[in-house]
């Protein structure tokens, strides 16, 4: 990043994280046309805090939780640190601690909550209503701040000098250490982060010549995926039920890597992200990072769902796990896909070793599956999926086109491994679902779609123009019973939902819509869900709402939240500035 110049002197900016410590490095690079002697001044602000609790989230929210952090100058460094035991039911003792500083001896130093650099003096927004146009900060903050002082000698030419920020969870000493590491030879740590990710990018080539700036996209996608590779070690691992409980911890795990799910807002892990994912990981040949995410989950799951099967939705890095344990619904759609994540990584690897690590496990998710997610037996899975919306019948189209490819991958799983018994069970529940797909799914109508949702009692098929509608033509199932590999829709279902979803009500210039826009009033008129009976006016407003409440299943999540929306989600959650590793 190259700077403004000031009095001849130009600077530029280079940012990194040396990959393995804890620890970022900011280097600036001055060049003066004559040898001379520059002030140079650096602020710096803290925000020691966990990862978890949210903003809004029960038995105590980061208002409380957070606790200030002190701030003093030692042997030219700014220290900040946090220590004690928040005052709520089960939090842990820490000792937490961030260290800035860089390779030169400082002139001066002053000590205060307001070194912000050119924010001073911050503006602070208050913890939850209407975000102001400008924040510095919100009332969560309790960081504190300084200023380091520099005499700079300039030659004639260039100097660079680094600054590194470093941090822990296990106090000082080890805050220390990394910062010394880090400042050691930084130009050496930019020069391997540099070879790493050129390797990176070596792995694939995309040549896409009537589209270069996709092609573009493709290259710079890796490198972000390489960004997102993310590790947390003495996970304590607690059970949250979407932020209504803080239990003791039930169990704990060494270490956990993954790749984030999206930033800012969703850094940590995720099942249905990752399994995703996984697609980009393995054409990207990034094998080791989507194999760790699988494991991370697995471990996880096997651990809060003392090995129900069940895949564990989101948990945070301090192993809290936020939704997708037993005592909760999850997502149906996580689970049915995790065989079908495994047995991807496994095809693209020849990893067997892989697959047999992971096979019982995705055994354990699709007996899960059938024999919790399926209430009134008739096959299609019941649950959540990836639309999260309030009004959408028990059965999700997404949720059954997964368990299909789920069990199919399995059942090519289970051959090759000589499982004839599980390959049995597998197929014979797919072709099942498979034979009355068609029938019990495609809405037509006119619309050239499938239902969305299916609404019990009775299966009455819901539109509600979710993305998932795309879903039967997305997913590939394996080869099987004779049939190519190829998407479960039927092939003239396939090409003309595919057109339909190519039209103004599905797409628009950034790609495809979340839901479609406008109405069928016909659809709807003819296609009421029968629990639903009691709104008779329809509009827009209410297109979301018309279908079915929940059956016999308790959504202790308010359904018309997404799951991955936060309470509180907005300009008012804690943030994290700066700090210490993956408490900070
Ligand atoms: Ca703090
Ligand atoms: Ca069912
Ligand atoms: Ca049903």
């Given at each position: 990043m190259d700077l403004a110049s000031s009095d001849g002197v130009q600077v530029s900016r280079t940012d990194f994280a040396p990959d393995g410590m804890r620890a970022s490095l900011i280097g600036l690079t001055f060049l003066s046309p004559k040898p001379r002697t520059v002030q140079l001044s650096m602020d710096a602000h803290s925000e020691l805090m966990s990862?978890?609790?949210?903003?809004?989230?029960?038995?105590?929210?980061?208002?409380?939780f957070n606790l200030p952090d002190m701030g003093f100058y030692a042997d030219g460094r700014l220290v900040f640190r946090e220590q004690g035991t928040p005052a709520a039911a089960n939090a842990a003792p820490h000792d937490w601690a961030a260290v800035v500083s860089s390779s030169l001896t400082p002139t001066g130093h002053r000590l205060g909550a307001n070194f912000r650099g050119p924010q001073d003096p911050a503006v602070i927004c208050p913890a939850s209503g209407t975000t102001p146009?400008?924040?510095?900060?919100?009332?969560?903050g309790k960081g504190n701040g300084g200023e380091l002082n520099y005499r700079l000698q300039l030659p004639s030419g260039s100097r660079t000098v680094w600054f590194a920020v470093s941090g822990s969870d296990n106090g000082l000493a080890e805050a220390l250490a990394m910062q010394r590491s880090a400042l050691n030879d930084p130009a050496g740590l930019l020069a391997d982060k540099t070879a790493r990710r050129k390797t990176v990018d070596q792995n694939t080539h995309a040549t896409l010549p009537g589209d270069p700036q996709l092609a573009s996209s493709v290259a710079w996608s890796k490198q972000n995926l390489a960004d997102s590779r993310q590790e947390a070690r003495n996970l304590q691992l607690r059970v949250t039920n979407a932020g209504t409980a803080y239990p003791a911890p039930i169990g704990t795990l060494g270490v956990a890597r993954w790749t984030g799910a999206g930033w800012p807002d969703y850094p940590w892990i995720f099942g249905t992200d990752g399994e995703y994912t996984a697609f980009a990981s393995v054409a990207a040949g990034q094998f080791d990072a989507i194999k760790n995410h699988l494991q991370t989950l697995r471990a996880v799951s096997d651990v809060v769902n003392s090995r129900s099967g069940k895949v564990v939705h989101e948990v945070v890095p301090?192993?809290?796990?936020?939704y997708g344990a037993n005592s909760d619904p999850g997502n149906t759609d996580e689970t049915v896909k995790f065989p079908s994540a495994v047995a991807l990584v496994w095809r693209w690897t020849g990893d067997n070793r892989f697959r047999d690590d992971m096979y019982d496990f995705t055994v354990r998710n699709l007996k899960y599956a059938f024999a919790n997610l399926d209430a009134d037996h008739d096959g299609w899975l019941e649950g959540p999926g990836n639309?999260?919306?309030?009004?959408?019948?028990?059965?999700k189209l997404d949720n059954t086109v997964y368990a299909i490819r789920g069990l199919l991958d399995l059942a090519d799983m289970a051959a090759s491994k000589n499982d004839p018994a599980t390959r049995h069970w597998a197929t014979t529940k797919a072709q099942g679902l498979q034979t009355r797909f068609e029938t019990a799914?495609?809405?037509?109508?006119?619309?050239?779609s499938y239902a969305d949702s299916l609404c019990d009692p009775n299966n009455v098929q819901l539109f509600q123009?979710?993305?998932?509608?795309l879903t039967p033509v997305e997913a590939e199932l394996p080869a099987h019973g004779g049939i190519a590999a190829g998407?479960?829709?039927?092939l003239d279902h396939a090409t003309s939902t595919v057109a339909a979803h190519e039209s103004s009500v599905f797409t628009g210039t950034n790609g495809l819509f979340h839901n479609g826009t406008g109405l069928v009033l016909r659809d709807l008129r003819s296609r009421r869900c029968a629990a639903d009976r009691r709104s008779d006016h329809l509009h827009l407003g209410h297109l979301d709402r018309r279908g079915c409440r929940s059956g016999g299943r308790s959504h202790?999540?308010?359904?018309?939240?997404?799951?991955?929306?936060?309470?509180?989600?907005?300009?008012a959650q804690p943030r994290r500035v700066g700090g210490a590793g993956r408490n900070a």
């Open positions: 990862s978890y609790p949210w903003g809004g989230t029960k038995p105590t929210n980061q208002l409380d146009p400008r924040c510095d900060d919100t009332a969560y301090d192993g809290s796990v936020y639309v999260e919306r309030q009004g959408m019948g028990q059965e799914w495609w809405y037509g109508n006119g619309t050239s123009k979710y993305w998932i509608g998407p479960l829709a039927a202790r999540v308010d359904p018309a939240r997404p799951v991955h929306q936060r309470p509180g989600a907005g300009a």
